[in-house]
């Protein structure tokens, strides 16, 4: 890992910009929490960190009010990174479903998902052993965002994650049904009851499939884009819960 830049936020937060490999990222680390603090993984949509970095720090801030470390990383194909043809192909078919009013099929949805989980997580693994090597960062890990597939899959495989918010906004395939039931770690999953580009009753059905013997649902009215503040604060009590 390689810090690329530095600054100090008006609240005292640390931000720094990172590289691992040909991976960006950012760290945030709270101004006056006594070191080590939690890990909080921030999770976000492939549209590329630049677009996605005001909801980002914004959610950074409050997580460091709260005495948590946050971290983020560019996805596969998303921002500076090189371009990959055969997601942009299934993003293409999948605008194209929904702008025509048509079903979006399990064979748009599998493109879309399935090789990104199998791209990123194990690049959010890498990220998360350079950032437990640093001696301002310390356990337990939390995991909070989307895509929720990505959450689920790393959720499954990554032990050192002990605690999941979810936001079910996202497509979910039908094979990641199977590996929602082999997670355990307590979940706090986030609903836009009417998110115009979320199936609702998959949203449901993959809470259902959950295996967390805690598992709390927060359905919300409103938009992808309307979550309340109340929500946050309890996503933050969550992790307040659960890491410290």
Known sequence: MQFT???RLDDGVLEREFTLGEIPGILWTPASAPAP????????????????YPRLVARARHSAAEGFATATIELP????????????????DLHRAMEAGEPVSDE???????PLVEKSVPEWQAALDALLSLPEIGGPVGYSGG????????????PRIVAAGFFAGSFVPRAMFEEARQVTIPLHVLLQWDDEGNDRQAA???????SSKEKSL???MGGHTGVPQFAGDAAAQFFTRHLK
């Not at 748009?108 to 399935?114: E, F, Y």
């Open 108 to 114: 748009i949805v599998d493109a879309l998902i399935l």
């Open 147 to 158: 895509v929720i597939s990505i959450g689920v899959r790393l959720a499954v495989v990554e």
């Open 218 to 220: 927060h359905a919300n």
């Open 5 to 7: 830049s530095e600054q």
């Open 204 to 210: 449901l059905d993959l809470f259902d499939a959950f």
């Open 77 to 92: 194909g998303s921002g500076d990174r090189p371009r990959w043809p055969a997601a942009e192909q299934a993003r293409a």
């Open 37 to 52: 603090v939690p890990l909080i993984l921030l999770g976000h949509p492939p549209l590329g960190l630049h677009k996605m």
